[in-house]
């Protein structure tokens, strides 16, 4: 689901008015993975952006294909997840099966026969190999099935990595691999700054070893070193096993991965496979069993097979990115969780970080160990963090985003922080990049980063007025009302700007912490709710989509439209749910649902836009579930739930969403109802008290309990008149 372009129905009913200006296609793997690890693993054609598949790379509209059919040319490492243009792909360390001379070596040949599950990746080459892989948290273990061949030979290319689109090729700067005996290798390579050190080894029975180098064998030779690589001198090198084969005869190659040298790469691989031994099967059943872990923390009963296909499979996607693994930073020497692929805070804070603090807590809380560590020692909380050395940090796309799971986990009281600590690396990030210019004229261009950096501050607040420090609270409360500076009094609507793929429709809709505020700066809940209208499609005709390679004016003409973007782009992820505080949850329940119905089908074609780590796929989840997150203020909003039953496990409680009054609603064409879906929250309770208010504190839901949901076909009156928590309100007090 997701490694194609965009195939989905065309939508009927408030979701064909949406436009969808980002590209069209999720960007997603089916390789090996394991929950939140370090190593993945899988086909490898060049495409944009994962390594694997047809795509070329676009920014807008149906992808071009660089490709006419599924191919590889060997299976690599460290693949994305779901992202767009980060311009650092990975892909490291290519292993390549061949029946052909080691000329051929980059050669691709056509894919047939996938198989894809958690942990484990399969396919078949059109030189009749059969390749299977699974990955563990730290290692990766390939099983190749050869036809009978005099001449058969497993390759690896350590000097391979990112893409083969323009500027995508990653060159080693430093490298050195040698020899350490029969079936056993290390090397190191230095990509994009950082040192990649890998241990391998092989059951090649009979089978020669040799390294090689610009496809040529160095016979008798046991270590080469590069001292400087440039792209000009660069000449493929590595080390291969080769022999006759069997008919069926298999290979199994195990490869251990470090970011602090051989040594550490060796013991990784040992502690995940025995020595000498075959492990394919065993780290195939480990990886299976922590996946089973996960998926068993979130239960759903009932719901359609598709729809239950596609919410599994969203799951799965929430729970591959960051990395995150212990000891393993290659820039602080000391012992602790070290996470990357951080890509980006843009596209997870919002959902997937709420879901990682409730199904995976341990891994949340060294993701904020590690963050508040590469502020410390690089000096700023970055937007996106990866497996590289520089200062990319994607600032343009937005600022200070880590202080909101920063202050949902003080909230939940659960994460062994030292929040001294942390609360002076959250109040000093605040100064940096433009939060320096916030500082001084509390309004900053993009205008957007005027809104991060207020929320950042009111979140700060929250935390520094927790742990006592009422000066620093009072003075960031005050910035953080600064809000309100990106706003148009005359329009309700952000000001005029520059904004980082998106409009000020879209990102005027944001839910920031004094809804109430916002709100009345409309014009009140009417004029507030006729904005959010129309920028929904209401009473709209349906649009066409961007096709391929749309041109500027098609693109104008449907910008100018000034519409909702569906779950094509992040920006729009938390919108439909700030009708909410204008007392119209009906509303947010019509457009929840059509975008469930219309926005996600179960093929490779199921994802409406770029699945971005995580973060769109989190977003299925718990729309799913009858719940959003609002990052930063201990909340969670509720809607009616696509299942009539859902458990989340968090810790040792158990929190549960029933229904009555459900009726399963297919997904897609089929979703078509000839009677009116039941949408609408009627009543609710939570244990058994009547709940009047449309949201929930997270600590409710961490805590354990059973909020159960009447629904019916029609709006009602529940959630109109007592609004979610806004600062500006004596509201702002849980009511329930």
Not at 563 to 576: H, I, Q, S, T, V
Request: charged share 20%; with cysteine.
């Amino acid at each position: 689901m997701g490694t194609a372009a965009t195939d989905l129905p065309r939508a009927r009913g408030l979701a064909a008015t949406w436009w969808w200006p980002k590209p069209q296609v999720g960007n997603t793997h089916p390789g090996a993975t394991s929950p939140l690890g370090m190593v993945s693993a899988c086909a490898y054609s060049g495409a944009y952006p994962t390594g694997y598949g047809r795509y070329a790379k676009n920014t807008e509209g149906v992808p071009e294909e660089m490709f006419d059919r599924l191919q590889a040319s060997g299976f690599t490492h460290f693949q994305q997840s779901g992202t767009g243009a980060i311009r650092k792909y990975y892909n490291y360390v290519r292993v390549t099966p061949m029946v052909q001379p080691l000329d051929d070596l980059g050669a691709s040949w056509a894919l047939t026969d996938e198989r894809a599950e958690a942990g484990y990746y399969a396919a078949t080459l059109d030189t009749g190999v059969r390749c299977e892989i699974t990955v563990g948290a730290k290692v990766a273990v390939h099983r190749y099935t050869f036809p009978e061949h005099r001449s058969a030979r497993v390759v690896i290319d350590l000097s391979c990595g990112g893409l083969a689109i323009d500027l995508g090729r990653t060159v080693p700067l430093r490298a050195q691999i040698e020899s350490t005996g029969a079936g056993t290798a290390q090397g190191t390579v230095v990509m994009e700054g950082v040192p990649l050190s890998v241990r391998m080894e092989a059951d090649a029975p009979g089978w020669r070893q040799m390294l090689w180098y610009d496809r040529r064998l160095i016979p008798g030779g046991t270590r080469l070193d590069f001292d400087s690589i440039r792209h000009t001198t660069l000449r493929p090198f590595g080390l291969l096993l080769m022999g006759s084969a069997r008919a069926g005869q298999t290979i199994e190659v195990r490869l251990g991965f470090s970011l602090r040298g051989a040594e550490q790469a060796k013991r990784n691989l040992e502690g995940e496979c025995q020595p000498d031994q075959p492990a394919f099967e065993r780290v195939r059943a480990n990886t299976r069993a922590r996946w089973r872990e996960h998926f068993d923390k979130v239960q759903v009963d009932g719901g359609t097979p598709a729809r239950r296909k596609v919410f599994a499979t969203a799951l799965y996607h929430s729970l591959i990115k960051p990395c995150v693994t212990d000891d393993e930073s290659p820039f602080w020497p000391d012992s602790g969780p070290y996470a990357f692929d951080v890509c980006t805070m843009w596209d997870i804070y919002k959902t997937q970080l709420p879901l990682l603090a409730a199904i995976a807590p341990d891994r949340f809380q060294d993701l904020l160990e590690s963050l508040i560590r590469v502020c410390e020692e690089e000096g700023n909380f970055p937007i996106g963090y990866r497996m590289a050395r520089g200062a990319d940090r994607f600032f343009r796309q937005a600022s200070a985003l880590a202080h909101t799971a920063l202050a949902d986990a003080h909230a939940l009281g659960r994460a062994p922080i030292d929040w001294n600590w942390a609360l002076v690396h959250m109040a000093g990030d605040l100064r940096r990049m433009y939060g320096e210019d916030f500082f001084e004229h509390g309004l900053v261009h993009p205008v957007t980063h005027t809104l991060d950096l207020a929320y950042a501050h009111h979140c700060t607040a929250q935390v520094a007025r927790a742990i006592g420090d009422g000066r620093l609270a009072d003075d960031l409360e005050r910035r953080g009302r600064w809000w309100i500076n990106a706003f148009d009094p005359a329009t309700g609507l952000l000001r005029d700007s520059e904004f980082y793929e998106g409009g000020k429709w879209n990102y005027s809709f944001r839910l920031v912490h004094d809804m109430a505020a916002r709100i009345a700066l409309a014009g009140g809940d009417d004029a507030f709710v006729g904005m959010l209208d129309r920028f929904f499609g209401y009473g709209a005709e349906p649009v066409v989509q961007p096709g391929r390679c749309p041109d500027p004016v098609e693109m104008a003409t449907g910008y100018a439209l000034n519409r909702f973007e569906g779950l094509n782009n992040e920006p729009d992820m938390e919108a439909p749910w700030a009708y909410h505080w204008a007392g119209r949850p009906d509303r947010t329940a019509e457009v929840v649902h059509s975008a469930l119905t219309w926005q996600f089908g179960t093929g490779p074609g199921g994802l409406a836009g770029n699945d971005d780590s995580g973060g769109l796929s989190s977003w299925y989840v718990w729309a799913s579930l009858g719940l959003f997150p609002v990052a930063g203020q201990n909340l969670f909003l509720i809607n009616a739930p696509a299942f009539e039953r859902a458990a989340i496990n968090v810790g040792d409680a158990e929190f549960v969403i029933e229904t009555s009054g459900h009726r399963e609603t297919p997904i897609g064409v089929d979703g078509i109802d000839r009677e009116p879906p039941p949408l609408y929250v009627q009543s609710a309770t939570l244990d058994g008290r009547p709940l009047l208010t449309t949201h929930l504190r997270a600590t409710d839901l961490h805590r354990g309990g059973r909020l159960h949901l009447r629904l019916g076909p029609e709006p009602s009156a529940w959630g109109r008149q007592t609004r979610p928590p806004s600062l500006s309100l004596d509201t702002a007090k849980d009511t329930r």
